[in-house]
């Protein structure tokens, strides 16, 4: 996996982007090589982090190709985003059934209803 980004990214091209991306391939890799079926804590919360971690990588490399005026760049930008979402899709597959990611829990105000008269309205 981690020769897919080499063609990418120039030698010139920042080298803590490159690294970034060079990480998230490898730490990816260190994932799926562990055994994938493992309930501990420590493994289902590495597993949900590096979910996340992959979700912005995407919406990154997104970012940035809606920021660089190169037009080889943009396109390069615009690979590595289809690469990550494949991967993230292939993780959400393998991992789809050994972990479950917690929802968001969000809260709706309380309306009050003006009808006049004391008491509850009918």
């Known amino acids: ?47 949900l982090t590096h979910i996340d971690l992959l979700e912005r990588t995407v919406r990154f490399s997104s970012q940035l190709a809606s920021i660089v005026t190169d037009e080889t760049d943009v396109k390069q930008l615009n690979d590595l985003r289809v690469v990550f979402s494949g991967l993230l899709e292939k993780f959400l597959q393998h991992f789809g059934n050994s972990v479950s990611r917690p929802s968001r829990v969000t809260t709706v105000p309380c309306q009050t209803v003006k009808n006049g008269r004391p008491g509850r309205p009918c």
Do not use: C, P, W
Request: hydrophobic letters at 30%; zero cysteines.
């Open 1 to 47: 996996m981690a020769k897919e980004t080499e063609g990418y990214l120039d030698e010139d091209e920042d080298s803590e982007v490159k690294s970034f991306f060079e990480h998230v391939i490898s730490r990816t890799e260190e994932i799926l090589g562990q055994n994938s079926f493992s309930t501990s804590e420590r493994h289902i919360s590495e597993v």
